[in-house]
């Protein structure tokens, strides 16, 4: 976050103008020490961001008091947050705020243990500035259900309901001169701030193996095998309707993961065909013999029965299903 830093009377004014990560926090927390022993007002425009960089922003906003926040655009998700431990946050009439319990990445239960906690401490900093009734009836939504851990449950907000909730202390109208310098400084702000807002993301981006996957977000992985056992069953039962044909290039293709191509199905045609043509050559040329039918009964499975459940019992094996 680069170093934006206006003076305004007594009050010093800093920007919050990117998504909240660590160095976007760490540069932000610096600015407002070394301004401590100043009136600040934290000018906001942010999407949210990371609930542990959010949160160091606030635990220095509750150690320096007195900090005046004024919404310029937008204070979502952890921004939001931000502005209920504000001194007092004004808005724009153009103001929109977007409220949710926080979330994270979680790794481990001390991680889960953290997160709970801070919704704790929200939720008791909501109480304590809200009429729990009121926010219901303005938002159709309760405390608990904004709050509930099993589900993501999102509230936006205009200003004038901000300002209704209790939130926000005053609106002050935009005119379009105004608006007109607010886009070339947000603008401005934006282009100085891609670089190390990009750099952020990209430190934040995790990879998740399938372990991981599965440990984390078991619904998600249930779906994922499901969907890869239904293709695999598929494209096995596609290649099997040929075993009659050519039983060793079936078998070879299904262990290899080869898919139905034009090629192997033309191939298979052709070898089929030639083998019905020898077939009624043989037929026409060897003698009639008279035979009586013996009604028997059999369970053995065809050559393709047998591949397919070989094949699936093996799938089955694979991913955990059977032992």
Partial sequence: MPNYIQFYGMAKELYLYSYIYNDVAQKLIAQMEESKNESIVL???????????GWGIIAKMIEIGGVKMKVDGA?????????????????LDVTTFIAHRADMYVSSPEDQKWLDERNA???KKMESKIDPLKWQDVTGVSFDELFNPSKRVDVTLTAKQAKQLGIVSKINKITPSEM????????GLAAAVETSTNISVKQNIKTMDLNTLKAEHPALFASVVEIGIAKERDRVGALAAFM????EAVTTAIKDGSELTQTFMAEMTVKGINANTLKKIESAAAPKVETTAVEKETTELTAEEKVKADFEAELDKKLGLTK
């Fill in 244 to 247: 009659p044909i050519d039983p």
């Fill in 43 to 53: 000018r906001v425009n942010s999407g949210g961001g990371s609930v542990p960089s």
């Fill in 180 to 187: 007109a310098a607010f886009n070339e400084r947000v603008f």
């Fill in 75 to 91: 204070a979502d998700s952890m921004a939001f947050i931000m502005a209920l431990f504000a001194d007092d946050v004004e808005a």
């Fill in 121 to 123: 401490d929200i939720r």
